[in-house]
């Protein structure tokens, strides 16, 4: 089982568990953490949806985040992401967001941000946001390493019932 099923496993079990619902932005891993999330059997009783939001123009179009929502904030970092979690959550109208923002390489983007660089925020009835260097110019894998924090930081924002 590779990392991404089993992070997967845990969080479905915890949604399923505490009957909560989740919602995906995610950037440069182009989709891998919905597909983890999908991947789990009985998916459909806590995902309600995500999407792939890569550049400006699909922000604007899937997201409804305007320049002017942009004010003061920039792409790959931890309040963009948070701000992605947040407007996923509610867009989709899920208990919680789960977004990713970053640099799969190999080479870096083009806000001065290195290869391997990620920003990852969940947003729900807590919210945490997180960064990851890899160090790594592997575009592939930086996506994954990219898909397993933010599926970490979910679980760690996923408390099991007592």
């Avoid at 985040?65 to 867009?91: C, F, H, N, V, W």
């Amino acid at each position: 089982m590779t990392k991404l099923e089993s992070l997967a496993g845990q969080i479905a079990a915890r949604l399923i568990e505490r009957k909560e619902t989740i919602a995906v932005a995610e950037s440069s891993t182009g989709g891998l953490i919905a597909a983890a999330l999908l991947a789990v059997p009985g998916a459909s009783a806590y995902f309600i949806g995500g999407t792939v939001v890569y550049t400006k123009q699909s922000r604007a179009a899937l997201m409804d985040i305007s320049d002017a929502d942009m004010a003061g904030l920039r792409p790959s970092t931890e309040p963009y992401a948070l701000l992605l979690a947040r407007r996923a959550r509610d867009k989709i109208g899920a208990t919680w967001g789960l977004s990713e923002t970053g640099a799969t390489g190999p080479s870096g983007n083009r806000y001065g941000d290195a290869a391997g660089h990620t920003c990852v925020a969940v947003a729900g009835p807590a919210e945490k946001t997180a960064t990851l260097e890899t160090g790594r110019a592997d575009r592939r894998a930086n996506m994954d390493a990219f898909a397993v924090r933010a599926l970490e930081l979910l679980l760690e924002a996923l408390p099991a019932k007592v």
